[in-house]
């Protein structure tokens, strides 16, 4: 009698830990789909300021998040097969998985503190000439696009202020047809409305397009740093689900 009630023991006990272990993986897939989003919304929103920066920092710390979310899909696969095959390779592959994981999502995490703490340096050694030399030039439609969008969505002018565009390339190339400013920079855009630099038809922003750039990209490496540490140390403090045993001391599942 006792023999069975041990059984049926241990029986309950593996079933409890089974579903302990679709919990986890659960939960690792929640982690991976913020992993995921946060990348692809990184990449896609306002993507075009990019192509301003001079490090890749930013943007390779974004493909790494969308790599760990897409490696945490694909695992969550796999974990729910361990678990209903119960076979010891199976598990073994699960977790070195979720180990290689942890470490992916460390290492964006890292990068985008890292990079955070010299983007302010960055910006202000090479916004204004990366503005200056190649906005409207040949060859640079994908930073002439980002600065006309940078001006507009941010409402600023120039990389410090609208006096920055005196000493570009644009204003002093016939192209600029005597416009002082691109027209970007104006309230309402119209038509070489870029002649007139006066605050009532530009934007005048203290700091210039730097400060608010700064800020914009300040705030999604927060987001990039937070969330890729935070759901990696979740996933370390997660990633070995308690060991089962049957009554002859034979191992169930992997430690």
Sequence with gaps: MTAVYKDDQEDWLTVCLKYLLFVFNFLFWVGGAAVLGVGIWTLVEKSDYLSLLASSTFVVSAYILILAGGLVVVTGFLGCCAVIREQRSCLSTYFFCLLLIFVIELVAGVLAYVYYQRLSEEL?????QTMADNYAQ??????????????????????????????????????????V?????????TPHCGKRDH????????????????????????????????VACLQSVAHRPPAVFHGDGEQHFLT
């Design 124 to 128: 202000k050694q090479n916004l204004n």
């Design 138 to 179: 040949p060859g640079r439609e994908a930073i002439t696009l980002a600065v006309d969008r940078l001006q507009q969505d941010f409402k600023c002018c120039g990389s410090n202020d609208s006096r920055d565009w005196m000493a570009s390339a644009y204003v002093s190339s016939k192209q600029a047809e005597d416009r």
């Design 181 to 189: 400013v691109p027209d970007s920079c104006c309230k309402t855009i």
């Design 199 to 230: 605050p009532s038809n530009i934007y005048k922003v203290e700091g210039g397009c730097i400060t608010k750039l700064e800020q914009f990209l300040a705030d999604h490496l927060l987001v990039i740093g937070s969330v890729g540490i935070g």
